[in-house]
């Protein structure tokens, strides 16, 4: 059961005023100027609904109004499901705590609210991030794969501990780092096992979306890029145990499965080595809505998709498509621009909700 966005007021969010801010139960547009508040709205959602923001090293601080005196943020929202149940959802966030209402009653957890941020600088760093893509899909699959996020958290801790081992070397430290090879090993293989899995899961949705949305001609394809060439335990093992030298002389464990990456291929071409700005981010794009079809293929239901300003790069023909993409597909979408040519082409969507942001007041 997914959740859609119906109302939203927050006081003392960010520039925000306490309006209340109306959705649709498909697509919303946000806009108005640089610096008008379009963003805090998608952020708003974000940290009422997943109780962190898109936005790294920020918290409580940072969302705090900056004029006045204030010391208390409050959420208030209406989320509805699939029967159109209604789902009243508060918050109120302060110095030393966060308390969520469900309903009017205190919660220690809040029903899961699915989410997806599309961010524009995120096609920039997936293209040039090795880190950035790990984790990227990392979040994403484990997003729709628990099994996954609990092998990684399980593999990412003995990783660190072997680490601190091979850095500090205390005495028998041979034998402590052995044990954790059998560790790494067997939380290794399913998780290389379920990235291929889920790599050939998205990869039909990846092609498709990338000819629907962006260009008939082109192909575009994600293969992991991994040196472990058999799904088997003993393989990374005496992996582990042919680099004990090497990883000793570095202080750190230099290769296992935390090292693997992914490559999209753009006409079997690396896109990261030969696709223009425009064409990366198609490719990122089509990877993301792709997850999405995916997401509904597994949960019979979609995320609330968040969209800041993705226009820049792409020319009018490719917003074209992208828009009759949006305006085909069942989900909830949240999209924002400041870019007057690109609104134009939202404004062409028969039905769409408009919401103008002007200096944080919400003008419906
Ligand atoms: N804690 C805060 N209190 C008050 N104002 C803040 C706070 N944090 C950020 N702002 C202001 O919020 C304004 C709007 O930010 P936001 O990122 O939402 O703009 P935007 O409409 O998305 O603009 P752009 O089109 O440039 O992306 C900025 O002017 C910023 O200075
Ligand atoms: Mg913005």
Redesign the pocket.
Known sequence: MTFKVDKLQVTN????QPDIIQFSSGINC?L????????????AIHVLATKKSFRKNTGF???????GEKTEILFSSVFKNEEETQMSLSAKINQDASLFFVNGKPVKRTPEIKLLFINPFDSYQFHNTAAFRRSFIDTYLGMLNPEYKKNLSKYNSALRQRNTLLKKKPSHFREMVKSFNQQLAQYGIPITKERLNFLEEIRPFCGETFKTIFSEEHDLQIVLDTRVTQLDEKFLLNMLEERRQKDEDAGHTTYCIHKDDYTLLFDGLNSFDYCSLGQQKMSYLSLLFAYIELFRYKYKSFPIVLI??VSGELDRYRWKRLVDYLETRKFQVLI???NEKFKEELDRIEGANRIH?DA?SIIQ
């Open positions: 969010f960010r520039n925000l946000i108005g100027e640089n610096g008008n508040g379009k963003t805090n709205i998608l952020e601080p940072q969302y705090l109004g900056i004029d800041d300003d924002t621009t400041a942001v944080g």
